[in-house]
């Protein structure tokens, strides 16, 4: 331990880091530079160190390492809010002392340092911390002492903090910082004697993650202080942020004392940016002058976010860029007394220490320093400035956030001490402590002040407990912090965050601004990301046929069931349109009519036969075969009906096998009657007697038999595989076709083969008979009707195949119909035109001018 001691001061000595640090060998030690003066002290039993950023700069010069160092000094303005956290350490530890239960009998002193925010002086401070130096005194050729205090409260940055544990840690010192919340310092392996009051970044990221998601902010802008606290603060929002979807346009750092070009230029990114929300990971020094440069010319509205470190500091309310501003910040806090204390600072007091005097003179523009023998060229103060007419951050007491945790670091580090050097009877105030015993009771410290509890896990943190703050502008124009929600880590996870109140905007309204890369897309579109761009830079697209989208910035598309189909937004699935060829639309109420008229143009020809059936036309044309046919013409328009309406099952059935039975009775009849003019003129010729089989009973078995052919091929049909209701979602994806399935193509195809079959014979053999002499010869007739009948039923099979959904049915009907007026027309109709409209002709003269006698 001893040799990693050495190793570390020799290392800081050469380079010129600490001037007051010894020249070292292991049997004396020689100071080498003047010791750095505490800002603040006071003497007592034990010693508790005091580091804070008052100053925002340090004075650099350019070594020549021809002269010694000058002594390092803090400069430029001086933080009146890091000076309120120095005099609440002092005023904890006066409260300590006047305490009759914590250290009865015990007298606490301080050494408060300024470290002005730099690694360099706060190096320098905490090895004369550490080195047990009297200041006091003038003894400065040894420095062979223990240390001189046994724990530390600070520093307020995590940079110079990180830097101080690092040096702390091998003498076993522990520090308790009350600003520090870089997550890196929760590493008990790297910083083993770090502990702090403030929680821990790692919670605030998490926490302004949670915030910009709940608004809605998927596109944003970033900047941070380039420190260890603004880096590993930034890194660990960043992660936050993606895990919940967040998209970062830019990430920019600066620090205070880089070069004014990079300050530009980060402005000059903020300005051009799309994003409307920016997160500030910023140290209050470096949002400063970052605002400073940014109201030389002010970017369109920005809502920023806030960390803990200016999202409550009063002096920046004077900038109108970050009206409405939010943040997560520490919860505000009562400290009773506490404003007495500050106001109460006597110029006795302020003269005995630079540091008050300086404050003094700056609040007050005038200078003491007159009155001890100095010009300054300002007023003389005298003596009747009071400190409760001002206001400035140091009298600021009505948000009193960090404050409490320089107290409750104060407290944390007596309560250790409580537990070492006192009994249930007295406090041993001659006792020698060690750092390392008050590191191991600061691990066990656990008690309440002033309604706040104060503990430490096992990484040195609290519990993270912070307050959401918002920048509302008031009707007197001035700007107030106003507490809006919170966020408590030891909640169950999904509840930590809730959000109490309306938040006040950048331009003032209860509308949240909108920040994203690509506006939401609605239901019916699906998120594409766009090449090369962040996630949240999308574009959108409509979902495909046959798919939805039901949610907002939906990432896919998801196809709907098969009975199913989206509406035009293409948001939801909608049942399928079922269509069939129903009764209520026009195309099956023409096909309809057409079926009921030719059904009854088939009845009033056969009424028309019936009432002259002694007359020699109907005589002579077989009036049997000729009302059977006109019957099964009947049934054949009638069984187009069938094909008309929702399919059933026995609808299905019904239609096929109707069709097909009465066709074949229909062309049967045709068939019959052809044969019989072909047999009655081959009867005349001499010794022929042909017609005796082909006399009504055997014309009567014929229609039977070839009717019956067809029966059983239907009845096979139905038994194997009959038809059925299916429904077609092959034709069009947007709609059901409810329609008949065959069962079994071959069965069908077997009916209107043998139909076919039949009207070929009949055609043929009328064709033969079309020359035969007579007057009136039916065979001429009946050959146009089975042309006609061949012609339609030819053009029905590529019809029946290609034709979509419904239209299949109607190009069957059409084909039922067709045909059969084909055959009322051309058989039928001239018969009926003689007899009504030319009955001179309907005699057996007439008829029997080349007709042979035994055809009639």
């Not at 036969?609 to 020699?616: D, G, I, L, M």
Request: charged fraction near 15%.
């Amino acid at each position: 331990m001893r040799v990693n001691i050495l190793l570390t001061v020799t290392i800081l000595c050469i380079t010129r880091l600490c001037p007051a640090v010894c020249r070292i060998n292991l049997g004396n030690c020689i100071l080498q530079g003047i010791p750095q003066p505490p800002a603040l002290f006071k003497d007592g039993d034990f010693i508790i160190g005091g580091v804070f950023s008052i100053h925002y700069y340090l004075r650099t010069e350019k070594h020549t390492f021809t002269r010694r160092p000058q002594m390092l000094e803090c400069i430029g303005s001086m933080d009146f809010r890091e000076l309120r956290f120095a005099r609440a350490l002092q005023f904890a530890i006066q409260e300590i002392n006047n305490s009759s239960d914590l250290l009865p009998g015990v007298t606490l002193g301080y050494h408060i340092y300024d470290s002005c925010g730099s690694v360099p002086m706060a190096i320098k401070v905490s090895f004369q911390l550490a080195n047990g130096l009297d200041l006091t005194s003038n003894e400065t050729d040894s420095c062979a002492k223990s240390a001189g205090v046994l724990a530390l409260v600070g520093e307020s940055g995590s940079t110079p903090s990180i830097s101080m544990s690092r040096l702390f840690s091998p003498f076993g010192i522990p520090q308790v910082s009350h600003y520090a919340t870089c997550a890196c310092l929760s590493d008990k392996r790297q910083y083993p004697t770090f502990f702090r009051t403030i929680p821990s970044d790692h919670h605030q990221a998490a926490a302004l993650a949670r915030m910009v998601k709940h608004f809605g902010w998927t596109w944003i802008g970033a900047v941070r202080s380039d420190s260890d606290y603004g880096n590993n603060g930034m890194a660990s929002f960043l992660k936050a942020a993606e895990e919940e979807g967040i998209c970062v346009e830019y990430s920019e750092a600066y620090y205070r004392t880089q070069p004014r070009s990079k300050l530009k230029r980060v402005a000059d990114v903020i300005r051009r940016s799309t994003a409307r929300v920016i997160v500030a990971f910023l140290a209050t020094g470096d949002i400063r002058l970052l605002l400073e440069e940014l109201s030389q010319q002010p970017p369109p509205p920005l809502q920023w976010i806030g960390s803990e470190t200016w999202v409550t500091d009063p002096e920046m309310l004077r900038f109108n860029l970050c009206i409405g501003a939010v943040g997560f910040a520490i919860p505000r806090s009562v400290i009773p007394g506490f404003r007495n204390f500050l106001l109460d600072l006597s110029l006795e007091q302020v003269l005995k220490f630079p540091l008050l005097t300086e404050f003094w003179e700056s609040s007050f523009s005038c200078s003491l320093k007159q009155q001890t023998g100095s010009s300054t060229g300002m007023p003389t103060c005298n003596g009747t400035e009071a400190l409760r007419t001002l206001q400035n951050p140091y009298t600021e007491t009505s948000q009193l956030r960090i404050t409490n945790m320089v107290y409750k670091a104060t407290y944390a580090i007596a309560h250790a001490l409580h537990g070492i050097v006192c009994n249930e009877k007295y406090c041993d105030k001659n006792m020698k402590v060690e750092p390392r015993q008050v590191l191991d009771q600061l691990k066990q410290v656990n008690f309440t002040k002033n309604n706040y509890s104060v503990s430490f896990d096992t990484n040195g943190d609290p519990v993270a407990i912070y307050e959401l703050v918002n920048w509302q502008l008031q009707e007197d124009s001035s700007v107030h912090f106003v507490t809006v929600g919170h966020y408590d880590a030891s909640q169950r996870k999904g509840q930590e965050f809730s959000l109490n109140r309306d938040i006040i905007w950048h331009d003032g309204s209860e509308k949240v601004p909108v920040s994203v890369c690509s506006e939401s897309c609605p239901p019916g579109t699906r998120k594409a990301v766009q090449k090369g761009r962040p996630v949240c830079c999308y574009d959108c697209i409509n979902c495909a046929n046959g798919e939805i989208s039901n949610e907002t910035d939906s990432l896919d598309c998801y196809k709907c069931l098969p009975e199913y189909w989206p509406n035009n937004k293409k948001d939801k699935c909608l049942p399928k349109p079922v269509e069939f060829l129903s009764w209520d639309e026009i195309l099956g109420i023409v096909l309809a009519a057409f079926s009921i008229a030719g059904s009854l143009v088939a009845l009033s020809m056969a009424l028309v036969f019936y009432k002259n059936r002694a007359s020699p036309i109907v005589r002579a044309n077989n009036s049997e075969l000729s009302f059977l046919l006109l019957f099964s013409l009947t049934l054949c328009f009638l069984c187009s009906l069938t094909f008309i309406g929702r399919p059933t099952e026995w609808s299905c059935m019904l239609r096929h096998t109707a069709f097909g039975i009465t066709f074949v009775l229909c062309i049967s009849c045709v068939l019959l009657k052809t044969i019989v003019v072909l047999m009655a003129f081959r009867a005349t010729l001499p010794g022929s007697n042909v017609m005796k089989w082909f006399g009504p009973h055997q014309q009567r078995l014929s229609v039977f038999g070839f009717t019956f052919v067809q029966i059983l091929i239907c009845v096979l049909w139905l038994t194997t595989s009959p038809p059925f209701p299916y429904n077609n979602m092959q034709i069009y994806k947007e709609k059901i076709i409810l329609e008949c399935s065959l069962g079994s193509a071959i069965g069908f195809w077997a009916v209107l083969g043998y139909i076919g079959l039949l009207a070929f014979l009949c055609f043929v053999l009328a064709f033969l008979a079309r020359k035969l002499p007579d007057n009136f010869n039916e065979a001429k007739f009946i050959t146009f009707s089975m042309l006609i009948f061949c012609a339609v039923w030819i053009t029905f099979v590529p019809a029946y195949v290609s034709s979509p959904g419904k239209f299949t049915v109607a190009v069957e009907i059409f084909a039922i119909l067709a045909s059969s007026f084909g055959l009322i027309l051309c058989i039928f109709v001239p018969k009926c035109f003689i007899i009504v409209f030319r009955p001179e002709k309907n005699t057996k003269k007439h008829l029997m001018g080349k007709v042979p006698s035994k055809a009639l």
